[in-house]
């Protein structure tokens, strides 16, 4: 496993702090949703964050002009750390922000998906082909203001891409395009997105246990990486195993290149709830699989050691439901 890429010892971060009148009542509302639009977090009262970037400071640049021509105050600083935060917590605050905005995407998502019968009619196609594109926008929307990318980004990449998937299948003429054979799967790098996370904990151990015990693992930014020849993506916008559908990534390699063995299968209903939160499966040991990944996450942000300490976990559970096997 390689350390960490790129990844910085220490954020810096703009603060935008305001003071705003009284009256008029709507300039709170105006300002607070021109904050929520930014992707700001709010770490204390009136005091709202951004990782610093020319980006960032044009966005709160225009806030604090909107904010002086309604009757308030407001300025800008720089900051590297945050009194009584860590940097760590400061980016959980935006990842919870952008769960939270595509756990309700994946919620439309599914309902939409509901909606459609087993041969929808022409007029429903049309409709749901017109509420798909405002999810997708919507989607659009949240990803440029995911700056750390939000472990729920690929779960309802998927449940969108499925949806896609489906009406295309009802197109006369249509067909869905199969998968891309990835080739071989041994002796590559595999990469995923900083910050690993349960699926991609469970999933790097899956390649290493099952499908290549030499593999290599690499951590880059969720935007902007291109990969390398030789290469291997997962659970990443457009990477070669991610999200398929209402599946996460473990349950999408489990079977494609896994085994067939019912202790992986049972680990892979237990990754599912935990990853995309739908309680479909609410097997008993989900909840104690996801207290020791959130304390092995809390201990350390070194996705090498999370790699390596969630393993061991898993190897224990995976013995656990082998012998428990019929």
């Known amino acids: 496993m390689t350390p960490a890429d790129d990844r910085p010892t220490a954020e810096r971060w703009l603060l ?24 700001a977090a709010a770490v204390k009262n ?16 225009w806030l604090l002009r909107e904010i002086a021509s309604g009757g308030g105050e407001a300025f800008v600083c720089e900051a590297r750390m945050i009194d009584g935060l860590t940097d760590r917590e400061v980016r959980a605050m935006f990842d919870r922000a952008r769960d939270a905005d595509y756990g309700e995407l994946a919620r439309q998502a599914r309902d939409l998906a509901g909606t459609l019968g087993e ?45 896609e998937d489906r009406l295309r299948e009802d197109e006369p003429g249509e067909p869905a395009a199969p998968a891309d054979d990835p080739g071989p799967l041994r002796g590559r790098t595999w990469v995923t997105r900083q910050g690993v996370h349960v699926d991609r904990i469970a999933s ?7 499908v290549d015990p030499e593999a290599t693992f690499r951590f880059v930014p969720s935007k902007g990486y291109e990969p390398e020849p030789g290469e291997l993506r997962f659970d990443m916008f457009g990477g070669e195993f991610t999200h398929e559908g209402d599946r996460c990534t473990f ?37 104690g699989l996801g207290a020791l990944v959130e304390g092995l996450c809390a201990a350390t942000g070194d996705d090498a ?16 439901f082998a012998r428990r096997r019929p």
Do not use: M, N
Not at 18 to 31: G, I, N, S, T
Not at 46 to 61: H, I, K, S, T
């Open 16 to 39: 935008l702090i305001h003071q705003l009148p009284a009256r008029p009542a709507y300039l709170r509302v105006k300002v607070w949703r021109r904050l929520q639009a930014l992707g």
């Open 46 to 61: 009136a005091v709202y964050a951004l990782p610093e970037g020319e980006r960032a400071r044009e966005d709160f640049a």
């Open 119 to 163: 041969e929808p009619a022409a007029e429903r196609r049309v409709e749901a082909r017109a509420q798909l594109a405002r999810l997708r926008a919507r989607l659009a929307q949240v990803a440029a203001i995911d700056f750390f990318g939000a472990p729920g980004s690929q779960a309802a990449e998927g449940l969108l891409a499925a949806l």
């Open 204 to 210: 790097a151990w899956l390649v290493r246990r099952f």
């Open 251 to 287: 349950e999408v390699l489990l079977a494609r290149a896994g085994p067939d063995d019912p202790a992986l299968r049972a680990i892979a209903e237990l990754v599912h709830d935990l990853d995309l939160k739908d309680g479909r499966f609410g097997r008993p040991e989900t909840a």
């Open 305 to 320: 050691e999370r790699l390596a300490r969630g393993g061991a976990i898993l190897d224990d559970l995976h013995a656990y």
